[in-house]
């Protein structure tokens, strides 16, 4: 494997990585809209007196996800090992 692959390779792991981060910061608000319950909803009411705010992590899993997909889209077409010298 070519070292400019390998870095490639690496560096699009990143936007993943970040949108697991995301996803996990995100796990309260989900539960409170996928199950609805007291409990959910007391979680909810005390991780916002702390700040808590899943906004910021819904824009930038989505930025990610999309950066991801652009970067794997473009070691498809580049870094291909069936493609043609």
Do not use: E
């Not at 560096?11 to 993943?16: G, Q, T």
């Not at 995301?22 to 409990?39: G, Q, R």
């Amino acid at each position: 494997m070519k070292t400019s692959k390998s870095i490639f390779l690496v560096s699009a792991m990143i936007p993943w990585a970040l949108v697991g981060g995301a996803l996990i910061y995100l796990s309260p608000k989900m539960a409170d809209n996928l199950l609805h319950s007291p409990t959910t909803a007391t979680w909810l009411v005390t991780l916002g007196r702390s700040g808590y705010n899943p906004t910021l992590a819904t824009q930038v899993g989505a930025a990610m996800a999309i950066f991801g997909t652009l970067m794997a889209a473009i070691g498809k077409r580049y870094f291909s090992d069936d493609r043609p010298i």
